[in-house]
């Protein structure tokens, strides 16, 4: 059992990557890769951690890309951490993400809901601040219930109180994560929000742009997006990947390793994902 989308205390998530590592082998995972939000700064501390514990470690990261009508987000795997370009690249768009979160408490401000920087910064374990940590500052003081309340109503794409940010096109990331000798791979495809047919056209001019592959083991995907993926990843000639993404706290149903609970990530794709690298 494997898991290849987990997120640590480095951007939005509540386990540090010890901990993560950790629960990985309670939980009885073979591999798992580490894809924290625009940054690698925990790649280090995990992959000595997997060490530790005889577990297959993996340096990832997750890129948000500049896309209008959805999200898109490219998951990037096996890459120098310490690679400069990519180091350098993943530093403006955490300066992006920074500036932003002053606009957020802005808004939020002007909608008679103000917050504190000292109140949301607390919650974040690490030095990222997201998005997540405004819900739950916003819960502690009342504002709302849940943390799915906090984005339907204000944090979400489109809401009152969400601020767009810097993102590199897909060019340019596929060309960083590359470059760091990784694997550049399509992150839950269906947040796109297309239709099959664009989705098909739209898959075909990434492959055209370097991509690799398509992460379709994911929670959410019904058994009809799961079968599209994998037609996809054939047809293409794509590496397919999955995993949970796993943030822990914040959504305490969904589990490392299984999602909901019916997710699978058959092992002998790690090493068909590493077959793909460019210095394998």
Known sequence: MI???????????????????????KTGLTAMALTDHDGMMGIDRFMEACRQHQLHGIPGVE??????????HLLGYYMDPHNPAICEALIRLRKGRAERNQFILERLTDLGLPLSWEEVAVLAKEDVVGRPHFAQAMINKGYV???NEAF?????????????????TVEESITL???????????????????????????AELAGKGLQGIEAYYPEHSHEQHRFCLNMARDLG???TGGSDFHG????????????????????????????????
């Open 3 to 25: 898991d290849l989308h987990v997120h640590s205390t480095f951007s939005d998530g509540s386990m540090t990557p010890e901990e993560l590592v950790e629960a990985a082998v």
């Open 145 to 147: 219930k849940k943390k």
């Open 63 to 72: 890129i948000s890309i500049e896309f209008s009508g959805g999200t898109m």
């Open 249 to 280: 706290a914040s959504n305490p149903h969904l589990h490392l390793g299984i999602g909901f609970g019916s997710l699978v990530v058959p092992d002998e794709l790690v090493e068909l994902l590493h077959a793909r690298c460019p210095t394998h």
């Open 152 to 168: 339907d109503r204000y944090l979400g794409k489109g809401k009152p109180a969400y601020v767009e940010r810097d993102r590199f």
């Open 177 to 203: 994560i590359q470059g760091a000798g990784g694997v550049p791979v399509l992150a839950h495809p269906y947040t796109l929000n297309m239709g099959r047919r664009r989705m098909r056209e739209f898959l």
């Open 238 to 240: 794509w590496v397919v």
